[in-house]
């Protein structure tokens, strides 16, 4: 069925399911149209190709989400989890996408880095950081009293790791603490260079096409 209003007949016709898989972009609307007019009782497994619509999805009565394109392993653990809740186990299920939604609504940000550092394992937390910086190939963190450390992740892996409200991505090669700005002035080219507390001589600069974002970031603090 491709179309909202060809579904809508399907289940209205009180035909027998056991289990429906539903991409959410149909002809003439989307699956949340039709599901907001007809009562599907069974398991949905939603596919679509945007991770948008997650958090609607678990609204309604939902037992996967799947990205396309889909992955054989992607429909195989789908198909597992629809066996489990067969399997008298839908207490833990429901248990497990009330986690899921809470991930979805308020996800887990990492709160400190486990580095290594001159043969020495240390933790620097979250609050420490006044900005991720990358340099020759390798990522590093700047910490409040001006030691850089070097870590192993990426710049835009970074990004979904931590709070987008606190840090904010400003170039290619660098991410600010919002914690630690100390100035902000006008630059050549249409940019902006932001200076970092006084502690440090740091200077950063804010491409020019993320200058709009920047300033909408700071003043949604």
């Known amino acids: 069925m491709d179309s909202v209003h060809a579904a809508e007949e399907f289940f209205h016709s009180k035909s027998s399911y056991d289990l429906v898989l539903m991409d959410i972009h149909l002809g003439d ?15 949905i497994i939603f596919c679509t190709t945007f991770d948008s619509y997650a958090i609607e999805a678990f609204r309604y009565n939902s037992l996967d989400y ?28 429901l248990e497990r996408m009330d ?7 308020n996800p887990a940000y ?33 910490d409040t009293i001006g030691q850089s450390y070097p870590i ?43 200076r970092l507390t006084k502690k440090n001589e740091m200077d950063l600069v804010v491409s020019r096409n993320r200058v709009k974002p920047f300033k909408d970031w700071l003043k949604n603090a």
């Open 29 to 43: 609307g989307t699956c949340f149209d039709l599901l907001n007019s007809v009562r599907v009782d069974q398991p």
């Open 152 to 194: 192993d992740y990426t710049l835009d892996r970074l990004e979904s790791l931590i709070n987008p409200h606190a840090f904010f991505r400003i170039n290619r090669k660098a991410i600010v603490s919002m914690d630690f700005i100390h100035s902000v002035e006008d630059y050549f080219n249409n940019r902006l260079k932001i």
């Open 99 to 105: 986690q899921m939604m809470e991930n979805l609504v």
């Open 110 to 142: 990492k709160k400190r880095f486990l580095i290594r550092f001159k043969n020495k394992l240390t933790l620097v937390n979250i609050e420490q950081i006044m900005c991720f910086y990358s340099e020759e190939g390798n990522t590093f963190l700047l």
């Open 66 to 93: 799947i990205l396309k394109p889909a992955q054989l392993q992607d429909i195989e653990n789908s198909l597992r989890k629809y066996k489990e809740l067969q399997s008298n186990q839908r207490t833990e299920y």
